[in-house]
């Protein structure tokens, strides 16, 4: 768990760095001294712009210390999601940003493993993987079969693919906050 001041300077960190990109000042990034924040750590971030999504892309596996993870993934978000059209100058004060950092990857067996709205699922099957936040099962209502299907859908597989026992299928967890809960 992160604290409330870590949170507030990851989401610091995401928007200095996309404003960045728009010639708005320049980041100095000094390794924080939070020792969660070095760690390697999977991270999300997600733009919102008038409640619709706008950008969204992370690192599931923790390759990089997570502060590093959150100021990549946030240029990805604002300009590299295939999704979107890169965020515009005039768009920036318009956006919110959302943060989800991860937990470990676990391989399950069993779909009853799954908690809605507290797991999220990365769905593989050969050359196609896919994966959806825990959050968004939540926002969009969807049981657990319905969580499994759209999951199946975003890897480009059929809506029961999660049947197939060549499917796997790992979850995970992740702590959520974004600038609106500042």
Do not use: N
Not at 44 to 56: E, N, S
């Amino acid at each position: 768990m992160l604290s409330t001041e870590e949170k507030s300077w990851l989401l610091e960190l995401a928007r200095s760095t996309i404003a960045e990109k728009f010639g708005r000042g320049s980041v100095q990034i000094e390794p924080p001294e939070s020792e969660a924040l070095k760690q390697p750590c999977g991270a999300f971030v997600t733009l919102h712009k008038a409640g619709a999504l706008r950008g969204c892309i992370g690192l599931v596996e923790a390759l990089r210390p997570l502060y590093k993870s959150v100021r990549e993934m946030a240029v990805a978000a604002a300009f590299e999601d295939p999704r979107f059209p890169g965020l515009g100058p005039d768009e920036f004060d318009e956006i919110d940003i959302e943060i989800s950092v991860m937990s470990p990857l676990k391989r399950i067996k069993d779909v009853s493993e799954i908690v809605v709205g507290e797991h999220g699922i990365i769905m593989k099957q050969g050359m196609h993987q896919g994966l959806l936040l825990p959050q968004v099962a939540t926002e969009q209502g969807w049981d657990r079969d319905t969580f499994l299907e759209h999951t199946c859908y975003k890897s480009g597989m059929v809506g029961d693919c999660w049947k197939q026992p060549d499917t796997e299928i790992y979850i995970f967890s992740a702590e959520v906050f974004g600038e609106k809960d500042q």
